[in-house]
T-cell receptor, first 113, second 113 residues
Framework: QQQVKQSPQSLIVQKGGISIINCAYE??????FPWYQQFPGKGPALLIA?????SEKKEGRFTISFNKSAKQFSLHIMDSQPGDSATYFC????????????FGTGTRLKVLA | NAGVTQTPKFRILKIGQSMTLQCTQD?????MYWYRQDPGMGLKLIYY???????DKGEVPNGYNVSRSTTEDFPLRLELAAPSQTSVYFC????????????FGSGTQLSVL
């Protein structure tokens, strides 16, 4: 029940295309859902996050879609660029005071020029 | 403002050796975390701390120990290193009011041979 399942494991997209990464969770107590981006040799960095009171959040080319009833959320990268090539992790947490996260297994995205 | 600093960046240990992974942050964050990252497994929480003198176990604490004597430092101790501890270790921190954003260090790549 504490897992966050992420798919696909890897993704190859042409430049200008749309990249879509999906995550599913079981624990209905989760109330914060971030996406982290990680470049090789670096630590993850927060990309975008959503709370379950909204169904979509957009920041530039990055959009999170959230389906509370299905317990699923996804990251959409519009107009994907080679510089977006990285590993993406979804995560979930309860804002109960410890800020502990459960991370997905990661998606390695490669955007072809 | 260096953020979260981890040392060393790389280390090779022999089975049975011990070592301490150092983590320090200069942002006055109370919340600090140790994660390990294995290929295809995402990030797993080892230990976390909500303030100086307070630590607690995460998902995978076996074989590790931590201490938190100051707000800035959160070292991770490996006793009797085993090949299963070969991984990339990330330290992270956050604070109330930062939107639950985790700030990660650049990681320590550890091999136990």
């Amino acid at each position: 029940q504490q897992q966050v399942k992420q798919s696909p494991q890897s993704l190859i997209v042409q430049k200008g295309g749309i990249s879509i990464i999906n995550c599913a969770y079981e624990n209905t107590a989760f109330d914060y859902f971030p996406w982290y981006q990680q470049f090789p040799g670096k630590g993850p960095a927060l990309l975008i996050a959503i709370r379950p009171d909204v169904s979509e959040k957009k920041e530039g080319r990055f959009t999170i879609s959230f389906n509370k009833s299905a317990k699923q959320f996804s990251l959409h990268i519009m107009d994907s660029q080679p510089g977006d090539s990285a590993t993406y992790f979804c995560a979930a947490s309860t804002t109960s005071g410890t800020y502990k996260y459960i991370f997905g297994t990661g998606t390695r995205l490669k955007v072809l020029a | 403002n260096a953020g979260v600093t981890q040392t060393p960046k790389f280390r090779i240990l022999k089975i049975g050796q011990s070592m301490t992974l150092q983590c320090t942050q200069d942002m006055n964050h109370n919340y600090m975390y140790w994660y390990r990252q294995d290929p295809g497994m995402g990030l797993k929480l080892i230990y976390y701390s909500v303030g100086a003198g307070i630590t607690d176990k995460g998902e995978v604490p076996n074989g590790y120990n931590v201490s938190r004597s100051t707000t800035e430092d959160f070292p991770l101790r490996l006793e009797l290193a085993a090949p299963s501890q070969t991984s990339v270790y990330f330290c992270a921190s956050t604070e109330v009011g930062l939107g639950e954003k985790l700030f990660f260090g650049s990681g320590t790549q550890l091999s136990v041979l």
